[in-house]
């Protein structure tokens, strides 16, 4: 486990510089878009450097060679990834300064392929509530099966991919609850939101209150680190699901609202 550990604290090293980049072409892009707009994107902005930010220090070697010891510091970089920094990197809609940062033959490039009818019918689909629930909600129980984790801990390549996987389908979730499609996908969406603050609330209960631990490469002695990694999934991260839910909700109302009122 240690040569995995510091295999894997290199990658994070790398992904760390990789945000630092992935900044520097943010700033670019709206640099790019200051001069096409009337007013900058302030609020975006900051949610753009808090999630990545969140990103980086969910990655971080320092933190990273932590969890390998003590499950609920791991357990603190999960919920990183899936509750702070996708959600807030989503909401900051950074996507047009991102390509914007692009050559203007990328950008043609890129346009023409997010234009292609297939690739937007499955991107449509992917991000629909209930695909994208049910995908997010797949990769947090199977990858806390105890074969997986085991398998994550023990090889850094597969704890790679479970990282890639509780960030890329946390993308996915909550571009499906935080900009629908459709108006309509809100109900959807907080329906979602709370089937997912259950669900996962019920899989923190379970770590927290199992008599035996999960996960063999952090012994059997590792209960109480257990009970509160189960703590940290049950609480705080299932309250989040939950407060995103009503404020999804409260927006579909005053939409509904806005609807309703010119017809009066």
């Given at each position: 486990?240690?040569?995995?550990?510091?295999?894997?604290?290199?990658?994070?090293?790398?992904?760390?510089?990789?945000?630092?980049?992935?900044?520097v072409?943010?700033?670019?892009?709206?640099?790019e878009?200051?001069?096409?707009?009337?007013?900058?994107?302030?609020?975006?902005?900051?949610?753009?450097?808090?999630?990545?930010?969140?990103?980086?220090?969910?990655?971080?070697?320092?933190?990273?060679?932590?969890?390998?010891?003590?499950?609920?510091?791991?357990?603190?970089?999960?919920?990183?990834?899936?509750?702070?920094?996708?959600?807030?990197?989503?909401?900051?809609?950074?996507?047009?300064?991102?390509?914007?940062?692009?050559?203007?033959?990328?950008?043609?490039?890129?346009?023409?392929?997010?234009?292609?009818?297939?690739?937007?019918?499955?991107?449509?689909?992917l991000?629909?509530?209930?695909?994208?629930?049910v995908?997010?909600?797949?990769?947090?129980?199977?990858?806390?099966?105890?074969?997986?984790?085991?398998?994550?801990?023990?090889?850094?390549?597969?704890?790679?991919?479970?990282?890639?996987?509780?960030?890329?389908?946390?993308?996915?979730?909550?571009?499906?609850?935080?900009?629908?499609?459709?108006?309509?996908?809100?109900?959807?969406?907080?329906l979602?939101?709370?089937?997912?603050?259950?669900?996962?609330?019920?899989?923190?209960?379970?770590?927290?209150?199992?008599?035996?631990?999960?996960?063999?490469?952090y012994?059997?002695?590792?209960?109480?680190?257990?009970?509160?990694?189960?703590?940290?999934?049950w609480?705080?991260?299932?309250?989040?699901?939950?407060?995103?839910?009503?404020?999804?909700?409260?927006?579909?109302?005053?939409?509904?609202?806005?609807v309703?009122?010119?017809?009066?």
């Amino acid at each position: 486990m240690g040569g995995g550990a510091h295999l894997f604290a290199v990658h994070a090293g790398m992904i760390f510089l990789l945000t630092g980049a992935l900044a520097v072409v943010y700033a670019l892009g709206q640099h790019e878009l200051s001069g096409r707009r009337t007013s900058s994107d302030r609020r975006g902005m900051a949610l753009f450097a808090t999630g990545l930010l969140a990103l980086a220090v969910a990655l971080s070697p320092p933190l990273d060679e932590v969890a390998d010891r003590l499950f609920s510091v791991h357990m603190v970089q999960h919920e990183l990834l899936m509750v702070v920094a996708a959600p807030l990197l989503v909401a900051s809609s950074s996507f047009p300064a991102l390509i914007w940062a692009l050559p203007r033959r990328g950008r043609l490039v890129v346009a023409r392929v997010i234009r292609r009818t297939r690739l937007r019918a499955i991107w449509s689909w992917l991000t629909g509530p209930l695909p994208a629930s049910v995908l997010h909600g797949l990769a947090i129980w199977l990858w806390h099966a105890p074969v997986l984790f085991d398998a994550a801990l023990e090889h850094e390549w597969i704890h790679v991919a479970q990282h890639v996987s509780f960030f890329g389908t946390g993308l996915i979730f909550w571009s499906s609850v935080i900009r629908p499609h459709r108006r309509e996908a809100r109900g959807q969406a907080v329906l979602s939101l709370f089937a997912t603050s259950v669900h996962s609330g019920v899989l923190g209960a379970l770590l927290t209150f199992s008599r035996a631990s999960w996960y063999a490469p952090y012994g059997a002695g590792a209960i109480e680190d257990q009970q509160l990694a189960g703590l940290i999934m049950w609480i705080p991260a299932s309250l989040a699901y939950l407060i995103a839910s009503l404020l999804v909700a409260r927006r579909w109302l005053d939409e509904s609202e806005m609807v309703v009122k010119p017809q009066r």
